[in-house]
């Protein structure tokens, strides 16, 4: 069982930035392929960035491509969120699979969520 703890979320001007943190607990990750996903009202589900815990690989979607990045701690995920826009306003939510693929996160474990929201 992996427990994920995500925080680092708040309001922000468009243009800013903010770095969204998970905190991993319960098991280790070395195994496992984490991302980022985002859910703004009315919307579907949208996965953000993908990374696979031990070899390091990366994945970003198009939509954010440029302006967002995933990286790792020694049991955290970040996602460092770079020149927002008011239509990344949404709540983010951390995921983690067991022998995982990064490009596709299905959710075996999911965080509380937090919210980023971006004002004009």
């Known amino acids: 069982q992996v427990q994920l703890v995500e925080s680092g979320g708040g309001l922000v001007q468009a243009g800013g930035s903010l770095r969204l943190s998970c905190v991993a607990s319960g098991r280790t990750l070395s195994s496992y392929a984490v991302g980022w996903f985002r859910q703004a009202p009315g919307k579907e589900r949208e996965f953000v960035a993908g990374?696979?815990?031990?070899?390091?690989y990366t994945y970003i979607a198009d939509s954010v491509k440029g302006r967002f990045t995933i990286s790792r701690g020694s049991a955290t995920v970040y996602l460092q969120m770079n020149s927002l826009k008011l239509e990344d306003t949404a709540v983010y939510y951390c995921?983690?699979?067991?022998?995982?693929?990064?490009?596709?996160?299905?959710?075996?474990?999911w965080g509380q969520g937090t919210q980023v929201t971006v004002s004009s």
């Open positions: 990374f696979q815990w031990s070899a390091g």
């Open positions: 995921a983690a699979d067991p022998f995982g693929d990064y490009r596709k996160i299905r959710g075996d474990y």
